[in-house]
């Protein structure tokens, strides 16, 4: 399994990026998957999940960016996009997509096959 994010850059606040994951050997929707992100200076485990969409479409958000965000899958493309909008500063941070062994409750448990990462930055 490989997942490859891309799509971030710097931005203004109050902007907006598509980010996107591409997976190859893993059929997008075939399980859950996440966002996470991860600010400069944390640790691994300091990661923050932004969110998650599980195999029958159910997307569930942090709460710090509810309104803001949404996770969607293009088949076509076996891609993952989290489109975030109204961009602030505190949303700077790199971006991960990642599997989930399941999704249970509000949570993406045990991710794993994390992709490199896409860094966005908001600029004010």
């Known amino acids: 399994v490989q997942l490859v994010e891309s799509g971030g850059g710097t931005v203004q606040v109050g902007g907006s990026l598509r980010l996107s994951c591409a997976a190859s050997?893993?059929?997008?929707?075939?399980?859950?998957m996440a966002w996470f992100r991860q600010n400069s200076g944390h640790s691994v485990e300091e990661r923050e999940r932004?969110?998650?969409?599980?195999?029958?479409?159910?997307?569930r958000y942090a709460r710090s960016m509810e309104g803001r965000v949404t996770i969607a899958p293009d088949n076509a493309r076996n891609t993952l996009y989290l489109q975030i909008n109204n961009l602030r500063a505190e949303d700077t941070s790199m971006y991960y997509c990642?599997?989930?062994?399941?999704?249970?409750?509000?949570?993406?448990?045990?991710?794993?096959?994390w992709g490199q990462g896409t860094q966005v930055n908001v600029s004010s």
């Open positions: 050997g893993f059929t997008i929707g075939s399980g859950c």
């Open positions: 932004v969110g998650f969409i599980t195999t029958d479409g159910t997307t």
């Open positions: 990642v599997l989930c062994t399941f999704c249970y409750a509000g949570n993406c448990y045990s991710p794993h096959d």
